[in-house]
């Protein structure tokens, strides 16, 4: 016997080694007692039968061309060596093997699996994408790698080492507290083609701002890294611009912890979002069906809540107007009268309980009033230019729409898209509209709606019509700001048959300092009107102004902005509204289920699969 | 017993379908079938010379230990007294008796495991004529049984050791030899005597001097100590049974005769006379490097006397067809429906191969099918494209287009390429085969019986009029197999599909319906490869029951049966005349198969790995092999000799393929690399004097860095395909490996 002990210990060297005292617990809990001398034989014998099943293993896998055995393989040799087979460890994933803290025990985790659920499931991966072939001239002429191989379309694309580093630096740096390093980040993520593979992983982070509501900061910062995503001209955005959108509505629309403390600038960040909001849904607006209506109801749905604190309020005009104003017309100006009588009730109790509010009230007032100012100019425009521009009469807002998309200059391009986000919605709201039931809406003339905001706005609307014939100085400064801002020099020979002509001559002009990365500009823009209205109002006299009783008042507007570029060109008429969603309004919050969890397939590599690969080759 | 029929109308719309295929040739074959196969073994274990005397003795023994197992002790006295075995004998076998009756109590898997080996010689006994003349395991392993005294083991071959290293330098190295074969039969001995602790003793003591390539072995043999387990072992009944076969010269092997007979070393020499068949030549002995480049087989190198047939390795004569003159390719399309009508010019290539090549079997010795008119046209459009066939050369090499295979996930296990590059097709280890049109023509199947029932026969796009367009697609899945399928092929003319399967079976795939047609049973084990003829109709076959087998696609059973191979055969290739077939095989051999009589006319050995890939270059002169230990080695088919040995790929060669002129060879490996190999230079370079010829010593030159004129990385791919389209290029095929 010591003999034999011996031997085992010079075998445990070359083999693996199953030791008796293991086939004596087996035994036993198959209730035999084995002597130590029968333990030995069989341990010997197992250890045996284990090393013929393996090299017998071997040549299934070398048939199959693999270098790593599998389970399947040991299973094929058991089987033609007419032993049973071993079930439940055919995954593929490598199983954990563990220490047991007491005693050296070490086994391989087997998790129970409640087969129930398993069954039950519904969330059914559709990982496996289809087996195919895909070819490439690898050398010509035995020289040189033409183009690499490519990537691989997987289901989930699994990241690289350096995939990962690159997204642990970025969004270290920009939650981070170095602003230029924040800076560099957000440049690269705005021009980096190789970053497809990350952008779950970002809209992820961008889906935290729900955990930061208390921190401006983080906000702010995560609202640029939206901005940099949505500019990166590599980026296929697809379904993910729903959950950036939801991301930035949770920052126009929600009652941010922040807020609570009136030193903090929220409204910046609100006027911010809106902003970017906007700029989301015109360069990837068509990514998503119906995303336009539905966001206009969320607004709608915020701005008729009277419960809703008024920063709340604030933010859906400020997201009405940044959309256009073919959005302020359809969903602010009518709910305006019943919205006047609460926002009037605020402003006018003096109380001192009440100057918090009423602060905010004014905040609301002028971003109200900044809206309906270009609304009225808007809509004057598109009339004057519908009536001159084409005899071809298609009636109202229809060919206003047309002839204004036509002659403005739409979008800029991505660099400075901030700048007039809502020009050109028009055609949207046209397609969007069409066979919409969500509304009976009529569009209101110009003079009545002039008349009906008149009623609420008095002379403080009038004296941005009338104290400046549009020259750039008498304009108050507004949101807009940057948009007339531009047409300041060129102001003085406003004449329609110029703009028409000369879409182009606005775009060599200076431009006011750009300050759309900032948030900082939006802020100063339009916190301030809201206060100079709110002093205005008790200023000027009420009838300074005469109605303009018929006919389309003689405004006369200078579009600003430049000429279409070619990507928003190709934009344009790709937006389709599918009939719009049934009235339930969904609460930004319903996106929260629709965010992307990492790793679930999406849908460019469905896309992906059916077309981008050829098998052809001209032979 | 029949062939599988899974859709048994198909198979006879099938049969319908092709008659003038099916009825030429075949009774002429089938008929010499049996007595082909059954005279092919090339392995007779009766002993040359030997002691006859001590295998008498020793036969006697084995029956009295059958007869009192049986409890016949009557004729045990009988034949004690008959045979005058004295009681002491007849005593020490009776231990060695008992212990294997112990054994067998013991090790119950032991038993299923001896089972199995006669299971499979019973199930198909033509296929084990080895095993079939030693139907008990017990009288094999017999032999070993009254060998001398365990602890001289070591003293024995330590004596020979000593001896060997002190003799000169030349004989040095060709008695080395012997080293390998006595070790592995002396520790068998041991282990077969339960001397379990001197039999490791003596492997721990000795293994470390063999040869490393014989590594693979080693590991297989120190695992086994028991008497049991060596009779579940295959592999070591087959070193038992086969015997290993050294090549020394005269001189050598005089010196080691008289050095044994001079120190009484019985134990030596009756192994020797046993177990080794030592094949004596006159001249000088091998070189180190000589004996290493032909040694490494399970069993040795193989006679010289196998490798002395005539092999016809030259070309069949190109069939004459009239090819129409035309250059442009639309007036050839034109022309498609009704090729004879234009008569022309013969094609240049047609009237080279006029000349019968001498070397070249006669037209007839296997019959043909013969050609059908959509065969000619494909021949025409051969040539055509052959006329554009890029040269290629050290200077000129040619473009790699790499089809990889993506979501794989369940294995690519088999590729193949339609000659005219226009199909692919790979079988995967989730038992499905998958079809892909190559080129923008869609695959279409043909309509429904009752749908060609309206179509007017008679119209001259009928053969178009009978696809449905509804089904086409860029691929197809065939299912039936049940086990990964290791090996596909596609018939030269299309219309057919191979692939053999873990399951035992070999399907063919009708690529008109894309339905099974035929299931050929016969292999009962994994059937690692299949191939077709170039000529269509016949097939081959290999698998896990170390046997190949010939088929004609109408006949369900095997028409030959190629038996010798001593482990499985891995892989097997067709000669493009269609006469032979090349068998690669874990035991480490090649071999060549002559499809008339199943007869063995080559054994190839060199190879230190089991043999993966094969190819044969297109003249029919020359053979590629290519191994697990990543080496290419070069044949002359005719001479039967190693000519070059191509070195460099890091891991497992499953793909060699030669240029359509065969200037080039192209390797693919496991190691995500294509070489090109100089395959003119290699050929040229031999040296095929007489002498060597005759003798099949050869010095190999070292020069696999000149031969190699390319190397090239995929991403992440094995390669497991090569395909050299009609004018050249290189197509290569594997799955993307994401990890």
């Given at each position: 016997?010591?003999?034999?002990?011996?031997m085992t210990e010079?075998?445990?060297?070359r083999?693996?080694?199953?030791?008796r005292?293991?086939?004596?617990?087996?035994?036993?809990?198959s209730?035999?007692?084995?002597?130590?001398?029968?333990?030995?034989?069989?341990?010997e014998?197992?250890?045996?039968?284990?090393r013929?099943?393996?090299q017998?293993s071997?040549q299934?896998?070398?048939?199959?061309?693999?270098?790593?055995?599998?389970?399947?393989d040991?299973?094929?040799a058991?089987?033609?060596?007419?032993?049973e087979?071993?079930c439940?460890?055919?995954?593929q994933?490598?199983?954990?093997?563990?220490?047991?803290?007491?005693?050296?025990?070490?086994?391989?985790?087997?998790?129970?699996?409640n087969?129930?659920?398993?069954a039950?499931?519904?969330?059914?991966?559709?990982?496996?994408?289809?087996?195919?072939?895909r070819?490439?001239v690898?050398?010509?002429?035995?020289?040189g790698?033409?183009?690499?191989?490519g990537?691989v379309?997987?289901?989930?694309?699994?990241?690289s080492?350096?995939l990962l580093k690159?997204?642990?630096?970025?969004?270290?740096?920009i939650?981070?507290?170095?602003?230029?390093?924040?800076?560099?980040?957000?440049l690269?993520?705005?021009?980096?083609?190789?970053?497809?593979?990350l952008?779950?992983?970002?809209?992820?982070v961008?889906s935290?701002?729900k955990s930061?509501?208390?921190?401006l900061?983080q906000?702010?910062?995560?609202?640029?890294?939206?901005?940099s995503?949505?500019?990166?001209?590599?980026?296929?955005?697809?379904?993910?611009?729903?959950?950036l959108?939801?991301?930035?509505?949770?920052c126009i629309?929600?009652?941010?912890?922040?807020s609570?403390?009136?030193?903090?600038?929220?409204?910046?960040?609100?006027?911010?979002a809106?902003l970017?909001?906007?700029?989301?849904?015109?360069?990837h607006g068509?990514?998503?069906?119906?995303?336009?209506?539905q966001?206009?109801?969320?607004?709608q749905k915020?701005?008729s809540?009277p419960?809703?604190?008024l920063?709340?309020h604030?933010?859906?005009?400020?997201?009405?107007?940044?959309?256009?104003?073919?959005?302020?017309?359809?969903?602010?100006?009518p709910?305006?009268?019943?919205?006047?009588?609460?926002l009037?009730?605020v402003?006018?109790?003096?109380?001192?309980?009440?100057?918090?509010?009423?602060?905010?009230?004014?905040?609301v007032?002028?971003?109200?009033?900044v809206?309906?100012?270009?609304?009225?100019?808007?809509?004057?425009?598109?009339l004057t230019?519908?009536?001159?521009?084409s005899?071809?009469?298609?009636?109202?807002?229809?060919?206003?729409?047309v002839?204004f998309?036509?002659n403005?200059?739409g979008l800029?391009?991505?660099?400075e898209?901030?700048?007039?986000p809502?020009?050109?919605?028009?055609s949207?709201?046209q397609?969007?509209?069409a066979?919409?039931?969500?509304?009976?809406w009529t569009?209101?003339?110009?003079?009545?709606m002039y008349?009906?905001?008149y009623?609420f706005?008095?002379?403080?609307l009038a004296?941005?019509?009338?104290t400046?014939?549009?020259?750039?100085g008498?304009?108050?400064?507004?949101?807009c700001?940057?948009?007339?801002?531009r047409?300041?020099?060129?102001s003085?020979?406003?004449?329609l048959?110029?703009?028409?002509?000369?879409?182009?001559?606005?775009?060599?002009?200076?431009?006011s300092?750009?300050?759309d990365g900032?948030?900082?500009?939006?802020?100063?823009?339009?916190?301030?009107?809201g206060?100079?209205t709110?002093?205005?109002r008790?200023?000027?006299?009420k009838?300074?102004?005469?109605?303009?009783q018929a006919?389309?008042?003689?405004?006369?507007?200078i579009i600003?902005?430049?000429q279409?570029?070619?990507?928003?060109?190709?934009?344009?008429?790709?937006t389709?509204?599918?009939?719009?969603?049934?009235l339930?309004?969904?609460p930004?919050?319903?996106?929260?289920h629709?965010?992307?969890?990492i790793?679930?397939?999406?849908?460019?590599?469905?896309?992906w699969?059916?077309?981008?690969?050829?098998?052809?080759?001209?032979? | 017993?029949?062939?599988?029929?899974?859709?048994?109308m198909?198979?006879?719309?099938?049969?319908e379908?092709?008659?003038?295929?099916?009825?030429?040739?075949?009774?002429?074959l089938s008929?010499?079938t049996?007595s082909?196969?059954l005279?092919?073994?090339?392995?007779?274990?009766?002993p040359?010379?030997?002691a006859?005397?001590?295998?008498?003795?020793?036969?006697?023994?084995a029956?009295?230990?059958f007869?009192?197992?049986?409890?016949?002790?009557?004729?045990?006295?009988?034949?004690r007294?008959?045979a005058g075995l004295?009681?002491?004998?007849?005593?020490?076998?009776?231990?060695d008796?008992?212990?294997g009756g112990k054994g067998d109590?013991?090790?119950?898997?032991?038993?299923?495991?001896?089972?199995?080996?006669?299971?499979t010689?019973?199930?198909?006994p033509?296929?084990?004529p080895?095993?079939?003349?030693?139907?008990d395991?017990?009288?094999?392993l017999?032999?070993?049984?009254q060998?001398?005294d365990?602890?001289?083991?070591?003293?024995?071959?330590?004596g020979?050791?000593?001896?060997i290293?002190?003799?000169l330098?030349?004989?040095?190295?060709?008695?080395?030899?012997?080293?390998?074969?006595l070790?592995v039969?002396?520790?068998?001995?041991?282990v077969?005597?339960n001397?379990e602790t001197?039999a490791?003793?003596?492997?721990?003591?000795?293994?470390?001097?063999?040869?490393?390539?014989?590594?693979?072995d080693?590991h297989?043999?120190?695992?086994?100590?028991k008497?049991?387990?060596?009779?579940?072992n295959?592999?070591?009944l087959d070193f038992r049974?086969?015997r290993?076969?050294?090549?020394?010269?005269?001189?050598s092997?005089q010196?080691?005769?008289r050095h044994?007979?001079?120190?009484?070393?019985?134990?030596?020499?009756n192994?020797?006379?046993?177990?080794?068949?030592?094949?004596?030549?006159d001249g000088?002995?091998?070189?180190k490097?000589?004996?290493d480049?032909?040694?490494?087989?399970?069993?040795?190198?193989?006679?010289?006397?196998?490798?002395?047939?005539?092999?016809f390795?030259g070309?069949?004569?190109?069939?004459?067809?009239?090819?129409p003159?035309?250059?442009?390719d639309?007036?050839?399309?034109n022309?498609e429906g009704k090729?004879?009508?234009k008569?022309?010019?013969k094609?240049?290539l047609?009237s080279?191969?006029?000349?019968?090549?001498?070397?070249a079997?006669q037209?007839?010795?296997i019959?043909?099918p013969?050609?059908?008119d959509?065969?000619?046209?494909?021949?025409i459009?051969y040539?055509k494209?052959?006329?554009?066939?890029?040269?290629?050369?050290?200077?000129?090499?040619?473009?790699?287009?790499?089809y990889?295979?993506?979501?794989?996930?369940?294995?690519?296990?088999?590729?193949d390429?339609?000659?005219?590059?226009?199909?692919?097709a790979?079988?995967?280890?989730?038992?499905?085969?998958r079809?892909w049109s190559v080129?923008?023509?869609?695959l279409?199947?043909?309509?429904s019986?009752?749908?060609?029932?309206?179509?007017e026969?008679?119209s001259?796009?009928v053969l178009?009029?009978?696809?449905d367009?509804?089904?086409?697609s860029?691929?197809?899945?065939l299912?039936?197999h049940?086990?990964?399928?290791?090996g596909?092929?596609?018939?030269?003319d299309?219309?057919?599909?191979?692939s053999s399967?873990e399951?035992?079976?070999?399907?063919?795939?009708?690529?008109?319906?894309?339905?099974?047609?035929v299931?050929?049973k016969g292999?009962?084990?994994?059937?690692?490869?299949t191939h077709f003829s170039p000529?269509?109709?016949?097939?081959?076959s290999?698998?896990h029951?170390?046997?190949?087998?010939?088929w004609?696609?109408?006949?369900y059973?095997?028409?030959?049966i190629f038996a010798?191979?001593l482990?499985?055969?891995?892989?097997t290739?067709?000669?493009?005349?269609?006469?032979?077939v090349?068998?690669?095989?874990t035991?480490?051999?090649?071999?060549l198969?002559d499809?008339?009589?199943a007869?063995?006319?080559?054994?190839?050995?060199?190879?230190k790995?089991?043999i993966?890939?094969?190819?044969?270059?297109p003249?029919?002169?020359?053979?590629a092999?290519g191994?697990?230990?990543?080496?290419?080695?070069?044949?002359?088919?005719?001479h039967?000799?190693?000519?070059?040995?191509l070195?460099?790929?890091?891991?497992t060669?499953?793909?060699?393929?030669?240029?359509?002129?065969?200037?080039i060879?192209?390797?693919?490996?496991?190691?995500?690399?294509?070489?090109?190999?100089?395959?003119?230079?290699?050929?040229?370079?031999?040296?095929t004097?007489d002498?060597?010829?005759t003798?099949?010593h050869?010095h190999?030159?070292?020069n696999?860095?000149?031969l190699?004129?390319g190397?090239?990385?995929?991403?992440?791919?094995?390669?497991?395909?090569?395909?050299?389209?009609?004018r050249?290029?290189?197509?290569?095929?594997?799955?993307y490996?994401s990890q």
């Amino acid at each position: 016997s010591s003999s034999q002990s011996g031997m085992t210990e010079r075998e445990e060297r070359r083999f693996a080694e199953v030791p008796r005292e293991s086939i004596k617990l087996m035994a036993e809990s198959s209730g035999v007692e084995l002597s130590e001398e029968v333990a030995a034989l069989l341990a010997e014998d197992v250890c045996y039968r284990l090393r013929e099943a393996t090299q017998n293993s071997s040549q299934f896998m070398r048939h199959a061309k693999r270098r790593k055995l599998s389970v399947e393989d040991l299973n094929r040799a058991l089987r033609w060596s007419n032993t049973e087979t071993i079930c439940g460890y055919g995954a593929q994933d490598a199983l954990p093997f563990r220490p047991l803290k007491e005693g050296e025990l070490f086994f391989v985790e087997d998790r129970e699996i409640n087969l129930v659920e398993l069954a039950l499931a519904t969330n059914i991966p559709k990982g496996c994408a289809e087996t195919m072939v895909r070819v490439h001239v690898s050398y010509l002429d035995g020289k040189g790698n033409l183009e690499p191989q490519g990537t691989v379309p997987t289901a989930v694309q699994s990241l690289s080492e350096d995939l990962l580093k690159y997204y642990q630096q970025i969004t270290r740096a920009i939650l981070g507290e170095d602003p230029h390093l924040m800076k560099v980040a957000l440049l690269d993520l705005q021009s980096n083609s190789k970053i497809a593979a990350l952008l779950p992983y970002f809209v992820y982070v961008i889906s935290g701002v729900k955990s930061v509501s208390h921190d401006l900061d983080q906000l702010n910062r995560l609202l640029h890294m939206v901005k940099s995503l949505v500019q990166n001209p590599y980026l296929y955005l697809g379904s993910y611009v729903r959950s950036l959108v939801s991301s930035v509505m949770y920052c126009i629309l929600e009652p941010l912890a922040a807020s609570i403390n009136p030193l903090n600038d929220h409204w910046t960040l609100r006027d911010y979002a809106a902003l970017l909001l906007s700029h989301i849904f015109w360069t990837h607006g068509d990514l998503v069906s119906g995303l336009y209506h539905q966001i206009l109801l969320s607004l709608q749905k915020v701005l008729s809540d009277p419960v809703r604190p008024l920063c709340s309020h604030y933010g859906a005009v400020v997201g009405l107007h940044a959309l256009g104003w073919k959005a302020v017309e359809r969903v602010l100006y009518p709910h305006l009268p019943a919205y006047w009588a609460n926002l009037q009730a605020v402003l006018d109790d003096y109380s001192v309980s009440n100057a918090q509010v009423k602060a905010d009230g004014h905040k609301v007032y002028g971003a109200i009033l900044v809206a309906v100012e270009r609304l009225l100019k808007m809509k004057a425009l598109s009339l004057t230019l519908a009536a001159e521009g084409s005899g071809a009469g298609l009636p109202g807002t229809t060919t206003g729409a047309v002839g204004f998309r036509e002659n403005s200059p739409g979008l800029s391009p991505p660099p400075e898209p901030l700048s007039e986000p809502p020009l050109g919605i028009a055609s949207h709201l046209q397609a969007g509209g069409a066979g919409c039931p969500w509304e009976e809406w009529t569009p209101v003339s110009l003079p009545a709606m002039y008349c009906e905001l008149y009623s609420f706005f008095g002379d403080s609307l009038a004296v941005r019509f009338s104290t400046g014939p549009p020259l750039g100085g008498a304009t108050p400064p507004g949101p807009c700001q940057p948009l007339e801002g531009r047409k300041e020099p060129a102001s003085s020979a406003p004449n329609l048959e110029n703009t028409r002509k000369m879409p182009q001559l606005t775009a060599s002009m200076n431009i006011s300092p750009r300050r759309d990365g900032s948030p900082r500009s939006p802020l100063s823009s339009s916190s301030r009107p809201g206060r100079s209205t709110s002093q205005s109002r008790d200023i000027f006299p009420k009838a300074r102004f005469p109605l303009p009783q018929a006919g389309p008042p003689a405004f006369s507007f200078i579009i600003g902005g430049r000429q279409m570029g070619r990507r928003c060109q190709g934009r344009r008429f790709q937006t389709s509204f599918t009939p719009t969603p049934p009235l339930t309004t969904h609460p930004p919050r319903a996106y929260a289920h629709k965010l992307p969890v990492i790793g679930r397939v999406s849908k460019p590599v469905r896309r992906w699969t059916c077309s981008h690969y050829s098998l052809h080759l001209p032979l | 017993m029949a062939a599988v029929q899974d859709g048994p109308m198909e198979l006879d719309a099938e049969k319908e379908a092709k008659p003038e295929i099916l009825s030429d040739g075949t009774s002429n074959l089938s008929g010499n079938t049996a007595s082909g196969t059954l005279s092919s073994s090339p392995l007779t274990a009766a002993p040359a010379g030997g002691a006859p005397k001590m295998e008498d003795q020793q036969t006697l023994i084995a029956v009295l230990q059958f007869l009192k197992r049986n409890k016949l002790s009557e004729s045990v006295e009988i034949l004690r007294r008959e045979a005058g075995l004295g009681e002491h004998q007849e005593g020490s076998q009776a231990t060695d008796g008992s212990g294997g009756g112990k054994g067998d109590g013991d090790g119950g898997d032991a038993n299923s495991l001896l089972s199995r080996v006669s299971i499979t010689s019973a199930a198909a006994p033509q296929s084990m004529p080895v095993k079939k003349d030693q139907p008990d395991v017990s009288v094999v392993l017999s032999a070993y049984s009254q060998q001398g005294d365990p602890p001289l083991y070591q003293v024995y071959y330590s004596g020979l050791k000593n001896f060997i290293e002190s003799v000169l330098d030349c004989h040095r190295a060709e008695l080395s030899q012997l080293f390998y074969p006595l070790f592995v039969h002396m520790y068998l001995e041991l282990v077969y005597n339960n001397h379990e602790t001197e039999a490791k003793a003596f492997f721990d003591k000795f293994s470390g001097d063999q040869e490393c390539y014989y590594q693979d072995d080693l590991h297989i043999l120190c695992g086994l100590t028991k008497k049991e387990h060596l009779k579940g072992n295959e592999v070591l009944l087959d070193f038992r049974t086969s015997r290993f076969v050294l090549h020394i010269s005269r001189d050598s092997y005089q010196l080691l005769k008289r050095h044994l007979q001079e120190r009484h070393n019985n134990q030596i020499w009756n192994i020797i006379q046993e177990h080794l068949y030592i094949d004596i030549f006159d001249g000088m002995p091998r070189s180190k490097s000589q004996i290493d480049s032909m040694s490494g087989s399970l069993a040795g190198e193989a006679k010289r006397e196998v490798n002395k047939a005539k092999v016809f390795y030259g070309l069949l004569k190109e069939p004459e067809i009239e090819v129409p003159l035309d250059d442009e390719d639309d007036e050839a399309e034109n022309e498609e429906g009704k090729p004879k009508k234009k008569k022309t010019k013969k094609d240049s290539l047609g009237s080279k191969s006029k000349k019968q090549d001498p070397n070249a079997p006669q037209q007839n010795r296997i019959p043909l099918p013969e050609l059908k008119d959509s065969d000619k046209l494909d021949k025409i459009m051969y040539m055509k494209e052959s006329t554009k066939r890029i040269r290629l050369g050290p200077e000129n090499l040619p473009s790699i287009c790499f089809y990889t295979f993506l979501n794989a996930f369940q294995g690519l296990t088999a590729v193949d390429f339609t000659d005219d590059s226009s199909l692919l097709a790979g079988g995967f280890a989730d038992s499905t085969v998958r079809v892909w049109s190559v080129t923008p023509k869609k695959l279409r199947k043909v309509k429904s019986a009752g749908e060609l029932n309206v179509i007017e026969k008679e119209s001259d796009d009928v053969l178009e009029r009978i696809m449905d367009e509804k089904t086409a697609s860029e691929s197809k899945i065939l299912h039936g197999h049940s086990g990964p399928v290791y090996g596909v092929s596609f018939s030269p003319d299309r219309n057919y599909l191979l692939s053999s399967s873990e399951d035992g079976t070999v399907r063919l795939w009708s690529l008109q319906t894309f339905t099974c047609l035929v299931g050929y049973k016969g292999h009962n084990y994994p059937v690692w490869d299949t191939h077709f003829s170039p000529f269509g109709y016949y097939f081959v076959s290999g698998g896990h029951d170390r046997v190949a087998r010939l088929w004609a696609t109408d006949h369900y059973q095997p028409l030959r049966i190629f038996a010798g191979h001593l482990a499985d055969v891995t892989c097997t290739r067709f000669h493009p005349n269609s006469n032979y077939v090349a068998t690669g095989s874990t035991d480490r051999t090649v071999r060549l198969w002559d499809v008339l009589n199943a007869n063995c006319v080559r054994i190839l050995t060199g190879h230190k790995g089991p043999i993966h890939s094969l190819a044969f270059s297109p003249n029919g002169k020359f053979l590629a092999s290519g191994s697990t230990d990543g080496r290419v080695l070069l044949w002359d088919i005719g001479h039967g000799l190693m000519i070059g040995e191509l070195k460099g790929h890091t891991d497992t060669i499953y793909a060699l393929k030669f240029s359509r002129d065969g200037e080039i060879l192209a390797s693919g490996s496991m190691d995500n690399t294509v070489r090109l190999w100089d395959s003119m230079k290699a050929f040229d370079e031999v040296e095929t004097d007489d002498f060597t010829a005759t003798t099949g010593h050869i010095h190999l030159p070292d020069n696999s860095q000149e031969l190699l004129l390319g190397m090239y990385h995929s991403k992440s791919t094995p390669v497991t395909h090569l395909h050299f389209t009609r004018r050249n290029l290189l197509l290569a095929a594997g799955a993307y490996n994401s990890q």
